[in-house]
């Protein structure tokens, strides 16, 4: 069993930087998949970026790629989403999610575990 917790939403000015925690509970972090996926008012969960068991793997969706970056420190059980150069379009509520797998995966149905979301609202 792995809680998540999110937290480093806010409101920023298109350009802005932000950078997003998610800290779990329980002993085997290490041995979960991790992601981010967001959703805006009335769209579906999207996949945002993931990363690997070790931190060596990482993917991202192409409408974050170069502007965002998502690392672990297993140490501490914790996963980062550092997001730079902010546009309007990211403004979401953003959901860290563990996946009990070797495989990174870009579906939310394949997450076994969710945080509670937080609120990323960038202004134009």
């Known amino acids: 069993q792995v809680q998540l917790v999110e937290s480093g939403g806010g409101l920023v000015q298109a350009g802005g930087s932000l950078r997003l925690s998610c800290a779990a509970s329980?002993?085997?972090?290490?041995?979960?998949?991790m992601g981010w996926f967001r959703q805006a008012p009335g769209k579906d969960r999207e996949f945002v970026a993931a990363?690997?068991?070790?931190?060596?793997?990482?993917y991202y969706a192409d409408s974050v790629k170069g502007r965002f970056t998502i690392s672990r420190a297993n140490a501490k059980n914790t996963v980062y989403l550092q997001m730079n150069s902010l546009k309007p379009e990211d403004t979401a509520v953003y959901y860290c999610g563990g996946r009990a797998d070797l495989a990174i995966s870009l579906k939310y149905d394949d997450y076994d575990y969710w945080g509670q979301g937080t609120q990323v609202t960038v202004s134009s």
């Open positions: 329980g002993r085997t972090f290490s041995s979960y998949t």
């Open positions: 990363i690997n068991r070790s931190g060596t793997t990482t």
